[in-house]
């Protein structure tokens, strides 16, 4: 009988590491244990120092690696080894967890390899308070010191973040923004839309302050907005330079009270504390196209003291408008093409006293023969371009020989859409505008084509637009006895208009930033 035990014994022990791996969970572990205990007789303690256990198996390495593989799990390497085991994955099973205290200080612990990736971390052994429970069954007494063990937990979303994009956030949550100098931020606000500047100026006082800075505010675009009362007012009061409000909406009045108090007030030399004089430093202004009453825009433009290029294309005005001009001898580009309320004493004392006007659109405005009179009777002499097309049946030879006495030195002329100048408009032109580089005479239907290939004997001239009076044929004659002259290449006049072609955003070629 004896014998016969014997050999179911042997002969379980050699069924087990065939066992099918479908088997339970249960009977798995029922395995490990009976493995692990029937190798415990192998087992020596090679090392006992005072310090510190290591325990290590007593097998030759190849003994060992068929048992790892019968158990199902892998050896844990060091730091130091490369091996693609270092990175092994799963759960860590104490030996304690099967009921063997013994191995409690084992350098070699088992892992099942898990679906999720584990990364290694060091810890450092339990303090003195815990060393009471680290005793064997033997109760061999051991005095545990600090040491460094390879154990594995599981990364989480906030250490990855850790590691990752909040690393330069310290634990004081310290705004690095604030330590950046006032220069580097205003470099950094003036990529920001205006919109923007608005929103950013409510995060706190430095960055409210900061926004207020003139640099920001120099070249506005504001096309299409809508100002409700006095809000035009401050926005020109933080130092706007260049402004487009091109086919804006202005809610009278532009300035409130407080800020027209403040424009009105005299500089005070006595009391040195008070704060400087506030004052409207726009020097480009182009309102083409605004929707607002005449006695608005007279309100605005007279706190304007520094204009040189203004721009009133298609807006209401009256005699207050035109009077409000505080220094009309800055004035170097005036454009009132299409505005109506233009009266003959108004206009008159405007070009009166823009001594230093370079560029005049005057075109297609509702002046009288009476208005006309009055502009050809204050043109300056330093015009240089000047557009009064579209007065069909007011425009005369005299007008233009007026214009040649008075400004001689015209390179841009356009007389388009003026049916009543002839041959002599055109011979006056030949004779004393010697400069002239460019001449629009589209429309003059008076002005016969045999004088116009005369015009080719003219020095400087580059340009000439003929739209409406030449057939096909006769227009090819006209290229062919004029090469150097362009015929109709430049169909739309951009005398004093401040925006051209496709740049939308730019006024006299400032650009000027939403």
């Not at 192998?42 to 290590?56: A, D, E, F, N, W």
């Not at 005036?334 to 823009?354: A, D, E, K, V």
């Not at 055109?426 to 005369?454: D, G, H, W």
Request: charged fraction near 20%; aromatic fraction near 6%; hydrophobic fraction near 35%.
């Amino acid at each position: 009988m004896a014998a016969k035990s014997k050999g179911r014994k042997s002969r379980t022990k050699a069924k087990c590491p065939r066992l099918d791996e479908n088997l339970g969970k249960s009977n798995s572990q029922a395995h490990r244990k009976r493995k692990a205990e029937s190798m415990s007789d192998s087992l020596s303690c090679i090392k006992h120092p005072s310090t510190s256990v290591q325990m290590t198996w007593d097998v030759d390495e190849t003994c060992k690696k068929t048992l790892y593989e019968d158990m199902g799990v892998t050896e844990l390497q060091g730091p130091s080894e490369t091996s693609d085991d270092s990175s092994a994955h799963g759960d860590y099973h104490d030996s304690r967890a099967h009921g063997d205290d013994s191995s409690a200080h084992r350098d070699y612990q088992f892992v099942t390899p898990p679906e999720s990736t584990l990364v290694p971390v060091t810890k450092t052994t339990t303090s003195n308070s815990q060393r009471s429970l680290q005793h064997t069954d033997n109760d061999i007494s051991t005095t545990t010191t600090t040491h460094t063990n390879l154990s594995f937990t599981m990364p989480t979303v906030d250490n990855d973040l850790q590691n990752g994009c909040l690393c330069s956030w310290n634990a004081q949550n310290e705004d690095y923004f604030s330590q950046l100098s006032d220069e580097i931020v205003l470099n950094i606000f003036k990529w920001l839309p205006l919109s923007e500047l608005g929103q950013c100026a409510r995060i706190c006082r430095r960055w409210s302050s900061l926004i207020w800075d003139e640099s920001l505010w120099k070249k506005v675009n504001l096309t299409g907005k809508t100002f409700k009362e006095g809000q035009l007012g401050r926005l020109l009061l933080r130092g706007a330079v260049a402004v487009k409000l091109t086919k804006s909406d202005i809610i009278a009045p532009p300035f409130d009270s407080k800020v027209t108090a403040e424009l009105n007030r005299e500089d005070d030399v006595i009391i040195l504390r008070r704060k400087p004089k506030k004052s409207i430093r726009v020097q480009y202004l182009d309102m083409s196209q605004c929707h607002q009453e005449p006695d608005t825009l007279a309100d605005l433009l007279c706190h304007c003291h520094q204009l040189c290029k203004v721009s009133l294309e298609f807006c209401k005005v009256n005699d207050r408008v035109l009077r409000n001009f505080k220094q009309p001898a800055n004035l170097q580009v005036l454009n009132l093409c299409m505005c109506t309320g233009l009266s003959p004493s108004g206009i008159g004392h405007l070009l009166n006293g823009c001594h230093n006007l370079t560029c005049l659109n005057i075109s297609w405005c509702d002046l009288s023969r009476t208005g006309l009179t009055a502009v050809m009777h204050s043109l300056p002499s330093s015009l240089q371009k000047l557009n009064i097309s579209g007065y069909r049946h007011a425009l005369t030879d005299e007008d233009v020989i007026l214009i040649t006495l008075r400004c001689p030195n015209l390179v841009e002329l356009d007389l388009s859409d003026s049916a009543l100048i002839t041959s002599m408009s055109i011979q006056c032109i030949m004779e004393r505008l010697t400069k002239l580089l460019f001449l629009a005479l589209s429309r003059c239907y008076n002005v016969p084509s045999a004088i116009l290939v005369q015009l080719g004997a003219m020095p400087n001239l580059v340009a000439l637009n003929v739209f409406g009076l030449l057939h096909e044929e006769g227009l090819q004659t006209l290229k062919t006895s004029m090469p150097h002259v362009e015929i109709n290449k430049y169909p739309f006049s951009s005398i004093a208009r401040p925006t051209t072609g496709l740049r939308k955003s730019t006024i006299w070629g400032v650009k000027c930033y939403v």
